[in-house]
């Protein structure tokens, strides 16, 4: 946590010494402030290659960016990679986890997927031949590819190097094989030197997979050198702002501190409820549920703040012990400063608000509750739903106690 912040403190600084050092060794730096900034690099670099085709590892920040509708519109095919991410592509869904795409997915449902793009018939009992399959299928895309386009789990300033972690191999084919590699990195995953990066990776597969270290972890610093067996022989790597610079400095900076393993997702109780494609966000989880209005809106996303128990779970599995917590309710806040919530919410929360200050009047209102609410209430349950409440999931208020826990105390009850 300490690493990140003093990252964090100076980044522009960092960010200067990234882009020096990698420009030396030969990478394209590119600056994006917005996510159509981003798209239309990626565009210009694809259109200059004539680019048909490309390759893509698993990347959050194509997510954010929308980087597969962008190229189809354009007449360029993008192909996933990563097996899970390959799986919803073919599936025409979004990503439900950050680090397990398809976690939603049945073996079952796989095994439709793949027996229509291969013509065969497959079972989802039969593994070692779904996963055959996908090897022959994406093994080939990688010799066509005339692009390889990746994120970065983080950029290591005092020497202009990217690095990639992954289990299957992907990542580092699409940065090896096709004749160009492009990365787009959230400018906030800067490590300052190899010692702080060193701590975030001993941090990032234990947190995210359980393992000591993930199977691949590429150090990739430049194109590839005369000598070298393989490689691209044109590397760009994109900066993505995209609104991350405009928190640094506010209650929620701590937030670009997240270096995205999911462990809050995987302990927070409304994630394993609601699944991922309920967020209605690249990002899901706690950390979905902050980053997402920051980034994209809080009147697009201000349900999100509220998609929480803040039981504290996702802060005390979160290796940076990022307060998630703490700025769900900030942006709760937010939201009641700026009004976004909806008219009757607001109204309903100042009558709660003005009740409160006056025991007087709330015992009054309580007292013609308790009235009221009789030919609802069967046993400790009101089967009134009101307005409020969502009628189809039938959710109800409890009813009112006869006693309130006042009178319980004044009458020696408890």
Same mark, same amino acid.
């Given at each position: 946590k300490?690493?990140?912040?003093?990252?964090?403190?100076?980044?522009?600084?960092?960010?200067?010494?990234?882009?020096?050092?990698?420009?030396?060794?030969?990478?394209? $730096?590119?600056?994006?402030?917005?996510?159509?900034?981003?798209?239309?690099?990626?565009?210009g670099?694809?259109?200059?290659?004539?680019?048909?085709?490309?390759?893509?590892?698993?990347?959050?920040?194509?997510?954010?960016i929308?980087?597969?509708?962008?190229?189809?519109?354009?007449?360029?095919?993008? $192909?996933?990679?990563?097996?899970?991410?390959?799986?919803?592509?073919?599936?025409?869904?979004?990503?439900?986890?950050?680090?397990?795409p398809?976690?939603?997915?049945?073996?079952?449902?796989?095994?439709?997927?793949?027996?229509?793009?291969?013509?065969?018939?497959?079972?989802g009992?039969?593994?070692?031949?779904?996963?055959?399959?996908?090897?022959?299928?994406?093994?080939?895309?990688?010799?066509?590819?005339?692009?390889g386009?990746?994120?970065?789990?983080?950029?290591?300033?005092?020497?202009?190097?990217?690095?990639?972690?992954?289990?299957?191999?992907?990542?580092?084919?699409?940065?090896?094989?096709?004749?160009?590699?492009?990365a787009?990195?959230?400018?906030?995953?800067?490590?300052?030197?190899?010692?702080?990066a060193?701590?975030?990776?001993?941090?990032?597969?234990?947190?995210?997979?359980?393992?000591?270290?993930?199977?691949?972890?590429?150090?990739?610093?430049?194109?590839?050198?005369?000598?070298?067996?393989?490689?691209?022989?044109?590397?760009?790597?994109?900066?993505?702002d995209?609104?991350?610079v405009?928190?640094?400095?506010?209650?929620?900076?701590?937030?670009?501190?997240?270096?995205?393993?999911?462990?809050?997702?995987n302990?927070?109780?409304?994630?394993?409820?609601?699944?991922?494609h309920?967020?209605?966000?690249?990002?899901?989880?706690?950390?979905?549920?902050?980053?997402?209005?920051?980034?994209?809106?809080?009147?697009?996303?201000?349900?999100?703040?509220?998609?929480?128990?803040?039981?504290?779970?996702?802060?005390?599995?979160?290796?940076?012990?990022?307060?998630?917590?703490r700025?769900?309710?900030?942006?709760?806040?937010?939201?009641?400063?700026?009004?976004?919530?909806?008219?009757r919410?607001?109204?309903?929360?100042?009558? $709660?608000?003005?009740?409160?200050?006056?025991?007087?009047w709330?015992?009054?209102?309580?007292?013609?509750?308790?009235?009221?609410?009789?030919?609802?209430?069967k046993?400790?349950?009101?089967?009134?739903?009101?307005?409020?409440?969502?009628?189809?999931?039938?959710?109800?208020?409890?009813a009112?106690?006869p006693?309130?826990?006042?009178?319980?105390?004044?009458?020696g009850?408890?």
């Amino acid at each position: 946590k300490r690493i990140r912040a003093a990252t964090l403190a100076n980044l522009a600084e960092h960010l200067q010494t990234f882009e020096q050092k990698a420009t030396a060794v030969g990478t394209h $730096v590119h600056w994006a402030a917005t996510a159509e900034d981003a798209r239309q690099i990626i565009l210009g670099i694809a259109q200059r290659r004539g680019a048909k085709l490309i390759t893509k590892s698993k990347s959050m920040a194509t997510e954010e960016i929308k980087l597969n509708d962008a190229l189809e519109t354009h007449g360029i095919e993008p $192909v996933e990679t990563d097996l899970g991410e390959w799986i919803i592509q073919l599936a025409d869904e979004p990503p439900s986890h950050i680090i397990a795409p398809a976690i939603h997915q049945t073996k079952e449902q796989v095994a439709e997927l793949f027996s229509e793009i291969s013509g065969e018939t497959l079972s989802g009992d039969d593994i070692p031949t779904l996963t055959a399959v996908a090897r022959r299928i994406l093994r080939q895309r990688f010799l066509d590819a005339d692009i390889g386009v990746t994120g970065g789990n983080m950029l290591i300033a005092e020497t202009g190097t990217l690095v990639l972690v992954e289990n299957e191999g992907n990542a580092r084919l699409s940065t090896s094989a096709p004749p160009v590699h492009i990365a787009l990195v959230g400018l906030e995953k800067t490590a300052r030197t190899w010692d702080d990066a060193a701590v975030w990776l001993s941090l990032l597969a234990r947190s995210a997979t359980g393992q000591p270290m993930s199977i691949y972890t590429s150090f990739i610093t430049g194109p590839a050198r005369p000598s070298d067996p393989d490689g691209p022989e044109e590397m760009h790597i994109i900066l993505l702002d995209n609104g991350r610079v405009d928190l640094i400095g506010t209650p929620y900076e701590e937030a670009l501190q997240c270096i995205r393993c999911g462990a809050c997702l995987n302990a927070c109780p409304v994630y394993r409820e609601a699944g991922g494609h309920a967020y209605g966000s690249p990002y899901s989880g706690p950390i979905g549920a902050v980053i997402s209005p920051l980034l994209f809106g809080l009147e697009k996303y201000e349900a999100l703040p509220h998609a929480s128990s803040l039981c504290g779970a996702c802060k005390d599995v979160c290796p940076a012990r990022i307060d998630l917590p703490r700025m769900l309710l900030e942006l709760r806040k937010d939201e009641v400063e700026r009004r976004i919530l909806p008219w009757r919410e607001r109204k309903a929360e100042e009558a $709660v608000a003005w009740l409160m200050t006056s025991e007087q009047w709330l015992n009054l209102a309580t007292g013609i509750g308790r009235i009221a609410q009789r030919p609802w209430v069967k046993g400790e349950e009101n089967t009134l739903v009101p307005p409020a409440f969502a009628p189809d999931l039938g959710r109800a208020l409890p009813a009112l106690a006869p006693k309130s826990f006042r009178q319980m105390w004044r009458e020696g009850e408890v």
